[in-house]
């Protein structure tokens, strides 16, 4: 099913300032992109059986997808373009900053060398800067599946970055088989060494899953869907103006939504909660930033001041350090005042 908007976004839309807090890496690549690596380590493959990689019909098919997709990446040099293309990509949607997951979790599950990997990820993110101005933070995630001790890993190594774009961490993957509870522990660990914290929480679990990240101190909620069956949860987010990463086209492909009237976006708009709009995984969801704040439009009647809100949130909820965050907030207002 197909959610991206039905026509190309506006020229409002396209040039107005936006930042990305709900962004996966591997789940940016695009087919293109996978063909290049999958032929520079020697396979001899097809672009179509790439797009096939791509598909899947419910959340536990997409988690395969994009762990198909993820296996693909190798080296260090890989983790280097990919992030590149992704800068690429923000630049041509007028994404001001980014803040990227980058599944750590799955790397170490892979065995792969993090260390020569991160330098990989640096060098892309050095570069995307410098061609594109787009500024861009890491946010590490633990596979939540994988286990309690495995996020320490993930953890610790978010510690070890701090200082090199690092800005927090988060728990993706299966949080029915993998409750926040588990977490605890790790959670007040990243929090003890100043990282930011973040949970995937709601997506596909019942609203005891948001109330369990924010007993984690998690401030941002990644999907938050589940969120409208409790009412009282949605005054707490609302009244503590707790930022919610929406996805929406995400959530209408893997199924978690069931069409796009079921949507809360616009009422959790309405009742005041702090939201920001995001595309998940953009490569697999067939879909843009752009899109999706279109979307929002023609869909749920957002006006272009609603627009300009949410956009602003974007600034409003990132991590960046206050300055920065300042400074961006004034080139949003000139721009959005124009």
């Given at each position: 099913m197909s959610a991206a908007a039905e026509h190309p976004p506006s020229s409002f839309i396209r040039q107005l300032p936006k930042a990305e807090l709900h962004l996966h890496l591997e789940g940016a690549v695009e087919p293109a992109t996978l063909l290049e690596l999958r032929r520079q380590h020697g396979e001899q493959a097809t672009l179509a059986e790439t797009e096939f990689l791509y598909r899947y019909t419910d959340f536990g098919s997409f988690l395969m997808a994009f762990k198909e997709v993820s296996a693909h990446l190798r080296g260090p040099d890989d983790y280097e373009l990919v992030t590149y293309r992704l800068m690429q990509?923000?630049?041509?949607?007028?994404?001001?900053?980014?803040?990227?997951?980058?599944?750590?979790?799955?790397?170490?599950?892979?065995?792969?060398?993090?260390?020569?990997?991160?330098?990989?990820?640096?060098?892309?993110?050095?570069?995307?800067?410098?061609?594109?101005?787009?500024?861009?933070?890491?946010?590490?995630?633990?596979?939540?599946?994988?286990?309690?001790?495995?996020?320490?890993?993930?953890?610790?190594?978010?510690?070890?970055?701090?200082?090199?774009?690092?800005?927090?961490?988060g728990i993706g993957g299966d949080e029915v088989k993998a409750p926040p509870e588990l977490f605890r522990s790790v959670f007040a660990y990243a929090q003890d060494h100043g990282l930011h914290l973040t949970a995937h929480a709601g997506e596909t679990a019942s609203p005891e899953s948001i109330w369990g990240a924010l007993n984690l101190h998690a401030e941002r909620i990644g999907?938050?869907?589940?969120?409208?069956?409790?009412?009282?949860?949605?005054?707490?987010?609302?009244?503590?103006?707790?930022?919610?990463?929406?996805?929406?086209?995400?959530?209408?492909?893997?199924?978690?939504?069931?069409?796009?009237?079921?949507?809360?976006?616009?009422?959790?708009?309405?009742?005041?909660?702090?939201?920001?709009?995001?595309?998940?995984?953009?490569?697999?969801?067939?879909?843009?930033?752009?899109?999706?704040?279109?979307?929002?439009?023609?869909?749920?009647?957002?006006?272009?001041?609603?627009?300009?809100?949410?956009?602003?949130?974007?600034?409003?909820?990132?991590?960046?350090?206050?300055?920065?965050?300042?400074?961006?907030?004034?080139?949003?207002?000139?721009?959005?005042?124009?």
């Amino acid at each position: 099913m197909s959610a991206a908007a039905e026509h190309p976004p506006s020229s409002f839309i396209r040039q107005l300032p936006k930042a990305e807090l709900h962004l996966h890496l591997e789940g940016a690549v695009e087919p293109a992109t996978l063909l290049e690596l999958r032929r520079q380590h020697g396979e001899q493959a097809t672009l179509a059986e790439t797009e096939f990689l791509y598909r899947y019909t419910d959340f536990g098919s997409f988690l395969m997808a994009f762990k198909e997709v993820s296996a693909h990446l190798r080296g260090p040099d890989d983790y280097e373009l990919v992030t590149y293309r992704l800068m690429q990509q923000l630049k041509e949607e007028n994404v001001l900053h980014a803040e990227v997951y980058v599944a750590v979790g799955v790397c170490l599950y892979r065995k792969q060398d993090f260390a020569a990997i991160f330098e990989g990820l640096e060098r892309g993110r050095a570069r995307g800067a410098r061609d594109f101005g787009v500024s861009l933070l890491w946010i590490f995630d633990a596979t939540r599946h994988f286990g309690v001790e495995e996020a320490q890993k993930v953890f610790e190594l978010a510690a070890r970055y701090k200082n090199r774009h690092v800005v927090g961490v988060g728990i993706g993957g299966d949080e029915v088989k993998a409750p926040p509870e588990l977490f605890r522990s790790v959670f007040a660990y990243a929090q003890d060494h100043g990282l930011h914290l973040t949970a995937h929480a709601g997506e596909t679990a019942s609203p005891e899953s948001i109330w369990g990240a924010l007993n984690l101190h998690a401030e941002r909620i990644g999907h938050g869907l589940t969120a409208a069956q409790d009412p009282d949860l949605v005054e707490e987010l609302a009244y503590r103006q707790i930022p919610v990463e929406i996805c929406i086209t995400s959530n209408l492909r893997t199924g978690v939504c069931k069409s796009a009237a079921d949507h809360p976006v616009k009422n959790y708009f309405d009742q005041g909660l702090m939201i920001t709009l995001n595309t998940d995984d953009p490569a697999l969801f067939s879909t843009s930033l752009a899109r999706e704040y279109q979307f929002a439009q023609d869909t749920f009647g957002f006006t272009e001041e609603h627009l300009r809100e949410l956009a602003r949130n974007s600034f409003e909820a990132s991590f960046l350090p206050a300055e920065k965050k300042l400074e961006l907030l004034s080139l949003f207002d000139a721009a959005a005042a124009r």
